[in-house]
Protein backbone atom coordinates (compact mmCIF):
# COMPACT_ATOMS: atom_id res chain seq x y z
CA UNK A 1 0.00 0.00 0.00
CA UNK A 2 1.50 3.31 -1.50
CA UNK A 3 2.41 5.26 1.40
CA UNK A 4 0.30 9.16 1.67
CA UNK A 5 1.90 12.22 0.55
CA UNK A 6 3.56 14.60 3.60
CA UNK A 7 1.50 17.27 4.40
CA UNK A 8 2.47 20.58 2.82
CA UNK A 9 4.33 22.82 5.65
CA UNK A 10 5.18 26.59 5.34
CA UNK A 11 6.69 29.97 7.14
CA UNK A 12 7.62 32.93 7.07
CA UNK A 13 10.98 33.78 8.33
CA UNK A 14 13.16 36.92 8.42
CA UNK A 15 16.07 37.84 6.87
CA UNK A 16 18.93 40.17 6.89
CA UNK A 17 17.14 41.56 3.30
CA UNK A 18 13.96 40.67 3.85
CA UNK A 19 10.85 37.85 4.55
CA UNK A 20 12.15 33.87 3.16
CA UNK A 21 9.39 31.53 2.45
CA UNK A 22 10.09 28.07 3.64
CA UNK A 23 7.90 25.33 2.10
CA UNK A 24 8.38 21.56 3.56
CA UNK A 25 6.27 18.38 2.64
CA UNK A 26 4.62 17.82 -0.58
CA UNK A 27 3.50 20.07 -3.30
CA UNK A 28 0.29 18.79 -4.43
CA UNK A 29 -3.31 20.00 -5.39
CA UNK A 30 -4.60 18.31 -2.89
CA UNK A 31 -2.45 20.18 0.11
CA UNK A 32 -2.61 23.70 -1.93
CA UNK A 33 -5.79 25.11 -0.07
CA UNK A 34 -4.28 26.25 2.84
CA UNK A 35 -1.29 27.64 1.60
CA UNK A 36 -3.16 28.88 -1.25
CA UNK A 37 -5.42 30.76 0.74
CA UNK A 38 -2.36 31.87 3.24
CA UNK A 39 -0.94 33.61 0.11
CA UNK A 40 -4.21 35.29 -1.01
CA UNK A 41 -4.45 37.32 2.13
CA UNK A 42 -0.50 38.85 1.96
CA UNK A 43 -1.08 41.75 1.41
CA UNK A 44 1.17 44.60 -0.71
CA UNK A 45 3.94 45.48 1.58
CA UNK A 46 4.31 41.31 2.71
CA UNK A 47 4.63 40.52 -0.78
CA UNK A 48 7.29 43.20 -1.63
CA UNK A 49 8.97 42.32 1.66
CA UNK A 50 9.46 38.29 0.08
CA UNK A 51 13.03 37.85 -0.84
CA UNK A 52 13.38 34.35 -1.75
CA UNK A 53 11.45 30.87 -1.89
CA UNK A 54 13.25 27.92 -0.37
CA UNK A 55 11.98 24.75 -2.32
CA UNK A 56 14.63 22.51 -0.51
CA UNK A 57 12.44 20.78 1.82
CA UNK A 58 9.98 19.61 -1.07
CA UNK A 59 9.20 15.69 -0.98
CA UNK A 60 7.02 15.78 -3.61
CA UNK A 61 5.31 18.35 -6.42
CA UNK A 62 3.09 18.45 -9.49
CA UNK A 63 2.73 21.35 -11.87
CA UNK A 64 -0.49 23.23 -10.24
CA UNK A 65 1.55 23.25 -6.91
CA UNK A 66 4.17 24.84 -9.53
CA UNK A 67 2.30 27.12 -10.98
CA UNK A 68 1.35 28.61 -7.61
CA UNK A 69 4.63 29.47 -7.28
CA UNK A 70 5.03 31.09 -10.16
CA UNK A 71 2.42 33.14 -9.79
CA UNK A 72 3.63 34.43 -6.47
CA UNK A 73 6.92 35.36 -8.28
CA UNK A 74 4.61 37.15 -10.25
CA UNK A 75 3.12 38.84 -7.48
CA UNK A 76 6.15 39.87 -5.91
CA UNK A 77 7.81 41.11 -9.33
CA UNK A 78 4.91 43.58 -9.97
CA UNK A 79 5.12 44.89 -6.22
CA UNK A 80 8.77 45.52 -7.35
CA UNK A 81 10.61 43.15 -5.93
CA UNK A 82 12.56 39.93 -6.73
CA UNK A 83 12.14 36.37 -5.39
CA UNK A 84 14.03 33.92 -7.00
CA UNK A 85 13.03 30.28 -5.96
CA UNK A 86 15.77 28.05 -4.86
CA UNK A 87 16.55 24.42 -3.86
CA UNK A 88 14.06 23.03 -6.53
CA UNK A 89 14.72 19.77 -7.86
CA UNK A 90 15.92 19.99 -11.67
CA UNK A 91 13.53 17.56 -12.44
CA UNK A 92 10.77 20.56 -11.11
CA UNK A 93 13.33 23.52 -12.09
CA UNK A 94 12.12 21.64 -16.03
CA UNK A 95 8.53 21.77 -15.65
CA UNK A 96 8.63 25.48 -13.97
CA UNK A 97 11.05 26.43 -17.06
CA UNK A 98 8.31 25.00 -19.54
CA UNK A 99 5.24 26.98 -17.55
CA UNK A 100 7.26 30.21 -17.82
CA UNK A 101 7.82 30.12 -21.61
CA UNK A 102 4.19 29.12 -22.20
CA UNK A 103 2.86 32.14 -20.15
CA UNK A 104 5.69 34.49 -22.07
CA UNK A 105 4.24 33.18 -25.27
CA UNK A 106 0.15 33.64 -24.71
CA UNK A 107 -0.70 37.49 -25.62
CA UNK A 108 -0.86 38.99 -21.77
CA UNK A 109 -3.97 41.31 -22.10
CA UNK A 110 -2.51 44.81 -21.38
CA UNK A 111 -4.90 46.70 -18.68
CA UNK A 112 -6.48 49.47 -20.28
CA UNK A 113 -4.93 53.13 -20.19
CA UNK A 114 -6.66 55.64 -18.23
CA UNK A 115 -8.25 58.63 -20.81
CA UNK A 116 -8.12 62.17 -20.14
CA UNK A 117 -11.04 63.93 -19.26
CA UNK A 118 -11.21 65.36 -22.78
CA UNK A 119 -10.61 62.24 -24.67
CA UNK A 120 -13.76 60.32 -22.60
CA UNK A 121 -16.16 63.46 -23.36
CA UNK A 122 -15.20 63.25 -26.80
CA UNK A 123 -15.45 59.60 -27.31
CA UNK A 124 -18.71 59.85 -25.69
CA UNK A 125 -20.01 62.84 -27.69
CA UNK A 126 -18.84 60.66 -30.73
CA UNK A 127 -20.80 57.35 -29.28
CA UNK A 128 -24.02 59.93 -28.85
CA UNK A 129 -23.72 61.15 -32.35
CA UNK A 130 -23.25 57.81 -34.20
CA UNK A 131 -26.24 55.82 -32.22
CA UNK A 132 -28.48 59.04 -33.07
CA UNK A 133 -27.62 58.72 -36.48
CA UNK A 134 -28.77 54.74 -36.16
CA UNK A 135 -31.67 55.75 -34.48
CA UNK A 136 -32.78 58.19 -36.96
CA UNK A 137 -31.76 56.14 -40.41
CA UNK A 138 -33.98 53.23 -38.71
CA UNK A 139 -36.89 55.44 -38.23
CA UNK A 140 -36.73 56.80 -41.53
CA UNK A 141 -36.36 53.37 -42.70
CA UNK A 142 -39.68 51.95 -40.83
CA UNK A 143 -41.48 55.63 -42.47
CA UNK A 144 -40.91 54.36 -45.80
CA UNK A 145 -42.03 51.09 -45.00
CA UNK A 146 -44.98 52.29 -43.44
CA UNK A 147 -45.66 54.44 -46.70
CA UNK A 148 -45.00 51.46 -48.94
CA UNK A 149 -47.33 49.51 -46.93
CA UNK A 150 -49.91 51.90 -46.75
CA UNK A 151 -49.81 52.11 -50.86
CA UNK A 152 -50.12 48.01 -50.93
CA UNK A 153 -52.64 47.25 -47.59
CA UNK A 154 -52.53 43.55 -48.93
CA UNK A 155 -48.83 43.31 -47.65
CA UNK A 156 -49.76 44.21 -43.59
CA UNK A 157 -50.49 41.56 -41.81
CA UNK A 158 -53.60 43.33 -40.17
CA UNK A 159 -54.09 40.15 -37.87
CA UNK A 160 -50.56 41.28 -35.71
CA UNK A 161 -51.21 44.58 -36.11
CA UNK A 162 -54.24 44.51 -33.99
CA UNK A 163 -53.02 42.35 -31.96
CA UNK A 164 -50.45 44.98 -31.40
CA UNK A 165 -52.82 47.96 -31.10
CA UNK A 166 -54.92 46.30 -28.45
CA UNK A 167 -51.53 45.63 -25.93
CA UNK A 168 -50.83 49.58 -26.94
CA UNK A 169 -54.03 51.38 -27.13
CA UNK A 170 -56.67 49.19 -25.20
CA UNK A 171 -54.56 47.77 -22.21
CA UNK A 172 -52.96 51.42 -21.76
CA UNK A 173 -56.13 52.97 -21.31
CA UNK A 174 -56.60 52.65 -17.39
CA UNK A 175 -52.98 54.54 -17.01
CA UNK A 176 -54.16 57.26 -19.17
CA UNK A 177 -57.23 57.79 -18.07
CA UNK A 178 -55.62 57.68 -14.45
CA UNK A 179 -52.44 59.79 -15.43
CA UNK A 180 -54.54 62.27 -17.33
CA UNK A 181 -56.94 63.24 -14.99
CA UNK A 182 -54.45 63.58 -12.13
CA UNK A 183 -51.94 65.93 -14.73
CA UNK A 184 -55.22 68.24 -15.10
CA UNK A 185 -56.23 68.05 -11.40
CA UNK A 186 -53.03 69.09 -10.37
CA UNK A 187 -52.67 72.00 -13.10
CA UNK A 188 -55.48 73.63 -12.69
CA UNK A 189 -54.74 73.71 -8.52
CA UNK A 190 -51.51 74.74 -8.85
CA UNK A 191 -52.70 77.65 -11.43
CA UNK A 192 -56.09 78.40 -9.39
CA UNK A 193 -54.17 79.52 -6.49
CA UNK A 194 -52.00 82.68 -7.36
CA UNK A 195 -54.51 83.25 -10.62
CA UNK A 196 -57.07 83.91 -7.41
CA UNK A 197 -55.02 86.42 -5.98
CA UNK A 198 -55.65 88.46 -9.10
CA UNK A 199 -59.04 87.84 -9.83
CA UNK A 200 -57.99 86.11 -12.47
CA UNK A 201 -59.33 82.19 -11.67
CA UNK A 202 -61.67 81.87 -14.70
CA UNK A 203 -58.42 81.78 -16.79
CA UNK A 204 -57.20 78.21 -15.55
CA UNK A 205 -59.60 76.77 -17.71
CA UNK A 206 -57.49 78.66 -20.69
CA UNK A 207 -54.54 77.61 -18.83
CA UNK A 208 -55.25 73.93 -19.00
CA UNK A 209 -56.76 73.25 -22.11
CA UNK A 210 -54.03 74.86 -24.02
CA UNK A 211 -51.19 73.46 -21.75
CA UNK A 212 -53.55 70.23 -22.33
CA UNK A 213 -53.97 70.48 -25.90
CA UNK A 214 -50.82 71.82 -27.22
CA UNK A 215 -47.89 70.38 -25.09
CA UNK A 216 -48.69 68.19 -21.81
CA UNK A 217 -50.98 65.61 -23.43
CA UNK A 218 -49.10 64.08 -26.49
CA UNK A 219 -46.02 64.64 -24.55
CA UNK A 220 -47.14 62.55 -21.33
CA UNK A 221 -48.89 60.20 -23.82
CA UNK A 222 -45.54 59.97 -25.60
CA UNK A 223 -43.44 59.20 -22.26
CA UNK A 224 -46.21 56.32 -20.85
CA UNK A 225 -45.63 54.60 -24.34
CA UNK A 226 -42.00 54.63 -23.71
CA UNK A 227 -42.16 53.34 -20.57
CA UNK A 228 -44.71 50.47 -21.46
CA UNK A 229 -44.51 49.84 -25.36
CA UNK A 230 -41.15 51.17 -26.23
CA UNK A 231 -40.00 48.67 -23.11
CA UNK A 232 -42.04 45.85 -24.29
CA UNK A 233 -40.91 45.94 -27.98
CA UNK A 234 -37.58 45.78 -26.83
CA UNK A 235 -37.38 43.15 -24.39
CA UNK A 236 -39.69 40.93 -27.04
CA UNK A 237 -37.34 41.40 -29.76
CA UNK A 238 -34.36 41.08 -27.71
CA UNK A 239 -35.40 37.76 -26.37
CA UNK A 240 -36.30 36.77 -29.93
CA UNK A 241 -32.56 37.86 -31.26
CA UNK A 242 -31.07 35.93 -27.98
CA UNK A 243 -33.29 32.71 -28.93
CA UNK A 244 -31.85 32.78 -32.83
CA UNK A 245 -36.10 32.79 -33.67
CA UNK A 246 -34.61 36.42 -35.93
CA UNK A 247 -31.85 34.06 -37.60
CA UNK A 248 -35.24 31.48 -38.41
CA UNK A 249 -37.12 33.82 -39.62
CA UNK A 250 -33.76 34.87 -42.24
CA UNK A 251 -33.67 31.32 -43.19
CA UNK A 252 -37.68 31.44 -44.44
CA UNK A 253 -36.38 34.32 -46.65
CA UNK A 254 -38.26 36.95 -44.20
CA UNK A 255 -36.99 40.31 -43.85
CA UNK A 256 -37.01 40.10 -39.43
CA UNK A 257 -36.91 43.88 -39.14
CA UNK A 258 -39.92 44.59 -41.33
CA UNK A 259 -41.49 41.66 -40.17
CA UNK A 260 -41.45 42.07 -36.78
CA UNK A 261 -41.68 45.94 -36.53
CA UNK A 262 -43.69 47.35 -39.47
CA UNK A 263 -47.24 46.28 -37.25
CA UNK A 264 -45.95 47.61 -33.89
CA UNK A 265 -45.10 50.49 -35.64
CA UNK A 266 -48.29 51.03 -37.16
CA UNK A 267 -50.27 49.86 -34.16
CA UNK A 268 -48.19 52.38 -32.08
CA UNK A 269 -49.08 55.69 -34.63
CA UNK A 270 -52.38 54.85 -34.97
CA UNK A 271 -53.12 54.66 -31.37
CA UNK A 272 -50.96 57.47 -30.06
CA UNK A 273 -53.31 60.24 -31.23
CA UNK A 274 -56.49 58.37 -29.87
CA UNK A 275 -54.78 57.79 -26.96
CA UNK A 276 -54.14 61.92 -26.81
CA UNK A 277 -57.29 62.33 -27.08
CA UNK A 278 -58.35 60.40 -24.07
CA UNK A 279 -55.91 62.06 -22.04
CA UNK A 280 -56.84 65.49 -23.10
CA UNK A 281 -60.45 65.02 -21.95
CA UNK A 282 -60.25 63.51 -18.54
CA UNK A 283 -57.16 65.96 -18.57
CA UNK A 284 -59.77 68.80 -18.59
CA UNK A 285 -62.78 66.47 -16.19
CA UNK A 286 -59.59 67.02 -13.72
CA UNK A 287 -59.89 70.79 -14.27
CA UNK A 288 -63.70 71.09 -13.82
CA UNK A 289 -63.34 69.03 -10.93
CA UNK A 290 -61.27 71.77 -9.40
CA UNK A 291 -63.25 74.08 -10.56
CA UNK A 292 -66.08 73.14 -9.21
CA UNK A 293 -64.83 73.08 -6.08
CA UNK A 294 -64.05 76.66 -5.95
CA UNK A 295 -67.61 77.42 -7.16
CA UNK A 296 -66.94 77.96 -10.61
CA UNK A 297 -69.73 76.47 -13.17
CA UNK A 298 -69.17 73.75 -15.54
CA UNK A 299 -70.42 76.39 -18.04
CA UNK A 300 -68.01 79.05 -17.56
CA UNK A 301 -64.96 76.42 -18.12
CA UNK A 302 -66.08 75.46 -21.46
CA UNK A 303 -66.62 78.93 -22.33
CA UNK A 304 -63.16 79.82 -21.88
CA UNK A 305 -62.15 76.77 -23.13
CA UNK A 306 -63.98 77.24 -27.02
CA UNK A 307 -62.43 80.95 -26.35
CA UNK A 308 -58.59 79.64 -26.13
CA UNK A 309 -58.35 76.90 -27.86
CA UNK A 310 -59.47 75.66 -31.47
CA UNK A 311 -59.02 72.77 -33.79
CA UNK A 312 -55.27 73.81 -34.95
CA UNK A 313 -54.26 73.49 -31.29
CA UNK A 314 -55.94 69.97 -31.10
CA UNK A 315 -54.70 68.71 -34.69
CA UNK A 316 -51.44 70.19 -34.10
CA UNK A 317 -50.90 68.17 -30.86
CA UNK A 318 -52.32 64.97 -32.51
CA UNK A 319 -49.48 65.28 -35.25
CA UNK A 320 -47.36 65.29 -32.50
CA UNK A 321 -48.64 62.44 -31.13
CA UNK A 322 -48.25 60.60 -34.37
CA UNK A 323 -44.74 61.65 -34.52
CA UNK A 324 -43.55 60.76 -30.87
CA UNK A 325 -45.61 57.37 -31.34
CA UNK A 326 -43.16 56.58 -34.50
CA UNK A 327 -40.11 57.03 -32.38
CA UNK A 328 -41.40 55.46 -29.48
CA UNK A 329 -42.32 52.59 -31.65
CA UNK A 330 -39.22 52.86 -34.19
CA UNK A 331 -36.75 53.24 -31.06
CA UNK A 332 -38.15 50.00 -29.35
CA UNK A 333 -37.60 47.68 -31.98
CA UNK A 334 -34.26 49.09 -32.91
CA UNK A 335 -32.87 48.59 -29.32
CA UNK A 336 -34.02 45.02 -29.61
CA UNK A 337 -32.64 44.48 -32.99
CA UNK A 338 -29.25 46.14 -31.13
CA UNK A 339 -29.62 43.11 -28.52
CA UNK A 340 -26.69 41.41 -27.17
CA UNK A 341 -26.02 38.04 -26.13
CA UNK A 342 -27.39 36.71 -23.16
CA UNK A 343 -30.46 37.29 -20.65
CA UNK A 344 -29.05 40.52 -19.12
CA UNK A 345 -28.84 41.83 -22.26
CA UNK A 346 -32.28 41.72 -22.52
CA UNK A 347 -33.02 44.18 -19.74
CA UNK A 348 -30.25 46.62 -20.73
CA UNK A 349 -32.39 46.73 -24.18
CA UNK A 350 -35.16 47.74 -22.21
CA UNK A 351 -33.71 50.44 -20.58
CA UNK A 352 -31.81 51.88 -23.29
CA UNK A 353 -35.18 51.91 -25.20
CA UNK A 354 -37.05 53.89 -22.36
CA UNK A 355 -34.18 56.14 -22.22
CA UNK A 356 -33.34 56.90 -25.72
CA UNK A 357 -37.36 57.42 -26.42
CA UNK A 358 -37.95 59.79 -23.92
CA UNK A 359 -35.34 61.83 -24.89
CA UNK A 360 -35.63 62.06 -28.67
CA UNK A 361 -39.18 63.03 -27.72
CA UNK A 362 -38.56 65.85 -25.57
CA UNK A 363 -35.85 66.74 -28.12
CA UNK A 364 -39.19 66.37 -31.11
CA UNK A 365 -40.90 68.29 -28.42
CA UNK A 366 -38.66 71.56 -28.78
CA UNK A 367 -38.47 71.28 -32.63
CA UNK A 368 -42.13 71.43 -32.83
CA UNK A 369 -42.12 74.10 -30.77
CA UNK A 370 -40.18 75.88 -32.97
CA UNK A 371 -41.41 74.85 -35.93
CA UNK A 372 -45.27 75.98 -34.70
CA UNK A 373 -43.95 79.33 -33.72
CA UNK A 374 -42.47 80.17 -37.07
CA UNK A 375 -45.23 79.07 -38.76
CA UNK A 376 -47.53 80.83 -36.27
CA UNK A 377 -49.31 77.89 -35.05
Not at 45 to 53: A, G, Q, W
Not at 183 to 190: D, E, M, N, W
Request: proline share 3%; glycine share 10%; charged share 15%.
Amino acid sequence: MASEPEALQHSFEDGPSGQRLALRGALLTSSLGSFWRTLERLDEKSVSDLREIDASGLTDFDSNGLALLLSLQSRVRAAGGDCPLTGLEPEAQKILDQLEERLAAEDVPTPPQKSSFVVAVGESTLRFFQDLRTLIAFVGELTLSFARALRHPSTIRWRDTLVQAELVGVNALPIIILLGFLIGLILAYQALIPMQEFGAGIFVANLVSLSLLRELGPLMTAVILAGRSGSAFAAEIGTMKVDEELDALETFGLDSRRYMSLPRVMATVFMAPLLTIFLNLVGLMGAIAVMLGQGYAVSAFIRQVKLQVDYVDLLGGLFKALVFGLLVAGIGCLRGFQTGSGASSVGVSATRAVVSGIVLIIAADGIFAVLYNTLGI
